[in-house]
């Protein structure tokens, strides 16, 4: 009976000490997943932590990105000012011609340019050409012309000169007119002032026109071949002076 017993003990032990074992391995086992649900959950927290962190790593390099694309822009358009500024030069330029310009067209300025028109009995001309005098003038009596082979009245002087000489204005003077004429050619009469009035003839090759205001000793044009007037006599400048329409001698205005 009390080997029974013990053997009971004995048996009813090792079981105790199976199942025990037991209970620990299924314990085990049992903790295990939930172990590594644990771990796993754990590493991604670690990771959705981390990920902040590497976008907030990232960001910078957006921004440097950013900054470096607006110095970029900011160093294109300072190299872009100097040629823009120079852009804006002929615009200044152009301002400051159309400004000339306005003076130009201006009456009043291109009277404080013109040359001062008021010839009177002191002043004294220049000779419009060099040479030596092929017909006097005389409205007093009578002057031989070697072409008509007559004896007339001479309301003017004419002064030989090789043909294609330069004519100059004898005194400052407004063109009154360009006219052609059968005796002296191309003839250009000029407005002096106060009633005084100078005329130019057989004249070709003119740098004047009608309206416009000359200074003495300003080219207006060419000795030209002689009319069939003076065929005789040879090329020479005509020039005679007037005051209130009447003829009066150049030669008394000339040194």
Known sequence: MMKNKKTKIIVNGVVLAVMAAMGITVYQLGTSPSKEKVLLEEVQDESEQEEPEEELAEEPEEETLVDAGTRHVQAQMEEQLPTEKISEQPDVQKQEVDSLSEEAVNPQAMALNLPEVNFSEETLMEWPVNGNILVDYNM??????????????????????????????????????????????????????????????????????????????????????????????????????????NPIDPIMYLP
Do not use: H, W
């Open 140 to 245: 007093e009596g009578t002057t031989y012309f070697p072409t008509l082979d007559q004896y007339r009245l001479s309301p003017a002087i004419a002064v030989q000169a090789v043909e294609g000489a330069p004519v100059v204005s004898a005194v400052n003077g407004t063109v009154y007119s360009i006219k052609e004429d059968a005796k002296t050619g191309t003839t250009v009469t000029m407005e002096l002032g106060n009633g005084y009035q100078a005329v130019y003839g057989q004249l070709k090759d003119l740098n004047v026109s009608e309206g416009e205001t000359v200074t003495k000793g300003t080219t207006i044009g060419y000795v030209s071949a002689p009319t069939k007037y003076y065929s005789e006599e040879g090329s020479n400048l005509y020039f005679a002076m007037k005051k209130d329409g």
